[in-house]
């Protein structure tokens, strides 16, 4: 008797274990969707704010208007200086919400096959690669177009490199790839530092500080073309192995043992992250901190889920880059770098996180 008593009293608790374990569940996939709503918002905000911010404000209707103009006959009630200024806006809007989203996507991608928050994007010298490549075509005078390809094969070129010393390395695999990419990040910036130095002061060296510092003031449509490729298929690659990714944050051989291939999978990542990158800075420069800062936020909020942190970190970092390049835009007569800006927010996010060792939130 007392041993069906007990058995119905534990067949009860397990029912109500599943329940409390099915109702947090709800909620948290509840939660989740909210707050992932509420940073839609808050993005699309920014981008309307974008266009309506600045020395010459544009309404909301006017915006509207315009853009419908594109593609249907309308009566025109705007002036022409507006549509002028509508049309370079949104080329720069379009900039800033595919070079946040790539390194946002980046730094979490990164942060997860190092299982460390502290990691970013120029981890395996992809920023600083692709920073000489443009620095050497300024030097050369390649014009517009050359600067972008060379920045665009020295920054895939850098992480390569790496990737390769890396896998002909005895050190482990990850170790072996982040003191590579050290090594690789040192080498071209050293390059870079030499090609500032024996250049023309008067007109090369300025035009190659101004370009490493940042900005998206000279993105062109063509520009877009060229970036939104790599970048387009850099991260839609990344959504789909957000899952996947989860696998690479626990240890090597726990994860072998669910039939993943670590290291295909690793590669993946790398050229998908790389792509990204690469793109992102042949077309504005070096901005930097977005691939550390962003990603790390979305941990606290989102939590350590990649399958829900990814989209977040797109999200958030073309929102982030929108606000960052509005600010850069009023803050001061002339243009602030947005390198400037976002290292003003970085730099107190890496502080912390090195007092507190990323150990509360990390990957």
């Known amino acids: 008797m007392k041993d069906g008593v007990n058995q119905v009293l534990l067949t009860n608790v397990d029912k109500k274990e599943k329940r409390v374990s099915g109702s947090t569940a709800v909620k948290g996939i509840t939660g989740y ?17 974008s266009f309506m911010l600045g020395r010459y404000p544009v309404m909301p209707w006017d915006l509207v208007k315009i853009v419908l103009s594109k593609f249907i006959n309308i ?50 010298g992809a ?22 390809l060379s920045s665009f094969g020295f920054g895939l070129a850098a992480v390569l490199l790496a990737y390769s010393i890396s896998r002909k390395g005895k050190l482990n695999e990850t170790l072996g790839m982040v ?32 370009w490493l510092m940042g900005s998206l003031a000279s993105v062109r449509v063509n520009d877009l073309v060229f970036a939104g490729i790599p970048i ?7 959504y789909l192995l957000r899952w996947r990714i989860n696998l690479l944050t626990v240890e090597e051989n726990e994860a072998k043992s669910m039939g993943i291939n670590t ?8 050229i998908c992250a790389t792509l990204v990158t690469a ?78 060792g990323g150990s509360k939130n990390g990957a």
Request: hydrophobic share 60%; glycine share 8%.
């Open 33 to 49: 969707r909210l707050r992932f709503t509420v940073l839609v918002v808050i993005f699309a905000v920014a981008f309307f704010g």
């Open 75 to 124: 009566e025109t009630t705007w002036s022409s200086s507006v549509e002028a200024v509508v049309n370079l806006r949104i080329v720069r809007a379009a900039a800033a919400v595919f070079i946040g989203a790539a390194l946002g996507a980046a730094g979490t991608a990164y942060q997860g096959m190092f299982r460390n928050p502290m990691v970013s994007p120029d981890v395996l």
């Open 127 to 148: 920023s600083n690669g692709a920073a000489f490549g443009a620095a050497l075509a300024i030097f050369c005078s390649f014009g517009y177009v050359g600067i972008t």
């Open 179 to 210: 003191l590579a990419g050290m090594m690789i990040s040192t080498l071209f910036s050293s390059a870079t530092s030499f090609l500032k130095l024996i250049a023309d002061t008067d007109s090369v060296l300025p035009a190659i500080t101004y």
């Open 232 to 238: 387009t298929a850099g991260l839609v690659v990344l």
């Open 263 to 270: 290291t295909r999978l690793r590669a993946v990542v790398i």
């Open 279 to 356: 793109a992102s800075v042949s077309v504005s420069g070096l901005i930097g901190w977005v691939g550390l800062v962003i990603p790390h936020i979305c941990r606290l909020v989102f939590g350590q889920d990649y399958s829900r942190l990814m989209p977040a970190s797109m999200v958030m970092g073309a929102a982030y880059l929108l606000v960052v390049d509005a600010v850069a835009r009023m803050a001061a007569l002339s243009e602030i770098p947005l390198g400037i800006l976002t290292s003003v927010i970085g730099a107190p996010v890496f502080i912390w996180l090195i007092m507190t």
